[in-house]
């Protein structure tokens, strides 16, 4: 069996807020809110093409939660977004309360990518594809 993303799940201490955010930011939708027997309330959201889902709850019943992190750190460092205009999406991004952290770069034989500091101090990437038609990936 082929194994893909199923989702990712953020942390959020207003996950109804940070949800419409990214309904705002990137055209998704909210598929389901609920409170879980945990104690947490999880909203399920969708990209707009259904290809992505991201879980955004708050911290189950007794559960302490750290800080955000949206600087390059090890483990889940960002996940990343398409983007056709970089520097449109960057100051769309910024008047929806993102703060530009790095970029835009041009990696050499690749895209453009800039990353930017989301709510709850996310760190989300943009990914350009090269104009020149090659193909190749951000990360």
């Given at each position: 069996m082929a194994f893909r993303i199923n989702h990712i799940h953020l942390k959020a201490p207003d996950p109804r807020k940070t949800a419409e955010w990214y309904v705002r930011a990137f055209t998704c939708k909210i598929v389901g809110d609920e409170t879980r027997v945990f104690g947490d309330r999880f909203i399920r959201c969708q990209s707009e093409d259904g290809g992505m889902n991201v879980n955004i709850s708050g911290a189950r019943t007794n559960e302490r939660l750290g800080p955000g992190d949206a600087s390059a750190h090890h483990g889940l460092?960002?996940?990343?977004?398409?983007?056709?205009?970089?520097?449109?999406?960057?100051?769309?991004?910024?008047?929806?309360?993102?703060?530009?952290?790095?970029?835009?770069?041009?990696n050499p034989n690749g895209p453009r990518i800039a990353f930017l500091r989301a709510p709850d101090d996310v760190r989300v990437e943009l990914v350009e594809a090269r104009k020149s038609g090659a193909a190749a990936g951000g990360c």
């Open positions: 460092e960002h996940f990343g977004f398409d983007s056709t205009h970089l520097e449109t999406d960057i100051k769309r991004l910024e008047g929806l309360g993102a703060r530009l952290l790095e970029g835009p770069i041009q």
